[in-house]
């Protein structure tokens, strides 16, 4: 970053990021919004920066721990004016372990890194602890949005929700899932697939069932 957009982050992080916590109810946070959703691994910051701009009536919690995503996403913050999202910029199962139950409508995780080696599989993001955290924070109604272009992972999220019984997967007809979300505009991660040969994305839709 030049000397402005350092400027511009070491002035306005501290007043959206969300420190060192044990407890946390999201709409302390944003006491006038309808819906709280959370973004793990936001990269670059284009998409959670579109949807705050689109859900104006939302509290975002985007979750990165890498300086430049950080830095990228202060800087729309900044751009965008806007004022519904908070930035978390340690690892994310902290933040789920710290939420109340049932308080959060939706959880997005886009273009995760997939740890491709078998021996690095067991820092996937989705395992059994995070989708029982997931099932507790989400509410009943609520969703989990999943996208990868890597078909192992594709393939090894799908096995760890059948094993979560508080998901549910509507697979839709056979290959919907290569079909982006409504309103869906692909982030640097997608660009970076398809020049790299990688030309189909699986974007999956959880939805949080009822009961405990």
């Known amino acids: 970053m030049h000397g402005g957009q350092k400027a ?5 992080l501290p007043k959206v990021e969300i420190g060192p916590i044990s407890t ?15 973004e793990i691994g936001y990269g670059g910051g284009e998409h959670l920066a579109r949807k705050a701009s689109e859900e104006p009536h939302t509290g975002f919690i985007g979750c990165e721990v890498f300086t430049g995503g950080i830095g990228k996403m202060v800087q729309a913050i900044a751009a965008g004016g806007l004022g519904n999202v908070r930035l ?6 902290k933040l789920l372990m710290a939420l109340p ?4 409508d939706a959880v ?6 997939p740890w491709p080696k078998t021996r690095h599989h067991k820092r996937r993001f989705v395992s059994r602890t995070t989708l029982d955290e997931l ?3 989400i509410r009943p109604g609520g969703h989990f949005f999943f996208a990868t272009d890597i078909e192992d992972y594709a393939n090894w999220t799908l096995a760890h929700i059948v094993r979560a019984p508080r998901f549910r997967f509507a697979a839709g007809a056979p290959g919907s899932w290569h079909q982006p979300y ?4 692909p982030t640097r991660y997608e660009h970076k697939a398809r020049r790299e040969g990688r030309m189909k994305s699986f974007y999956f839709t959880f939805e949080r069932l009822e009961g405990p």
């Not at 511009?8 to 306005?12: A, M, P, Q, R």
């Not at 997005?108 to 890194?113: A, E, G, Q, W």
């Not at 409504?182 to 505009?185: I, L, R, V, Y």
């Open 24 to 38: 946390l109810d999201p709409h302390t946070l944003f006491p006038e919004a309808r819906r709280i959703a959370i």
């Open 182 to 185: 409504p309103g869906w505009q």
């Open 135 to 137: 099932a507790r924070v």
């Open 108 to 113: 997005y995780l886009l273009y995760p890194d």
């Open 8 to 12: 511009l982050v070491e002035d306005l």
């Open 88 to 93: 978390f910029t340690d690892d994310a199962l």
């Open 101 to 104: 139950e049932a308080s959060v």
